[in-house]
């Protein structure tokens, strides 16, 4: 039976939401997945884990600069196992920007790092103004006018494909 350790990075729940998922895929292939937020990864060890994924949304632009430093800090643990990364993010909705290849966010992230991971993917995330602080959502909504998003304040949308996330469950169940 193979061991995953799903690292993830989240504001407001959504990437945690798809490492659930993507738990549920593995754990069908008979495997055992353990979750933990980025911010107390370093309170386990690393080497008791045969495959690693880590899954991070953006805001503002950026992943959790704590993704970075993680990555920087266990690169050859990282190196030395099947692994996997995945971004989570509103651009991706887009048909075009939904893609490793394609999306922006993703192919910066690639360009920060050393680490080359085995498997990648892209998901797009969720919408969910009532959620957000005054500023945020003002900010969100301006964004989402200019690149014809929903901007309606009351708007809870999850762009993610769902089907997506469990099709990238197998690809990760199989590496
Ligand atoms: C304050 C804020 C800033 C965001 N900035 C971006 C952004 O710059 N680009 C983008 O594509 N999505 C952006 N998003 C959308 C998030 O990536 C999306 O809501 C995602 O589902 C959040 O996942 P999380 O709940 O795991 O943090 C932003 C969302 C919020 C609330």
Known sequence: ?????????????????????????????????????IDQVSTIELNSFEK????????????????????????????????AFFSVNVVARKPEKNTPDTNPYLKKFLRQISWKPKKLAVFAGKIEYQKYSFWDRFIIRLIMRITHGPTDPNTNIDFTNWTQVEEFGKVISDM
Not at 68 to 81: G, M
Request: aromatic share 8%.
């Open 1 to 37: 039976m193979n061991n995953f350790l799903i690292i993830y990075s989240t504001t407001d729940g959504h990437t945690r939401d798809i490492c659930l998922r993507l738990k549920q895929v593995i754990e069908n292939e008979h495997s055992q997945v353990s979750l933990i937020s």
């Open 52 to 83: 690693i994924i880590i899954g991070a949304s953006i805001r503002y632009g950026k992943h959790n600069p704590g993704v970075y430093q993680f990555i920087q800090h266990n690169l050859p643990v990282l190196d030395s196992k099947p692994n």
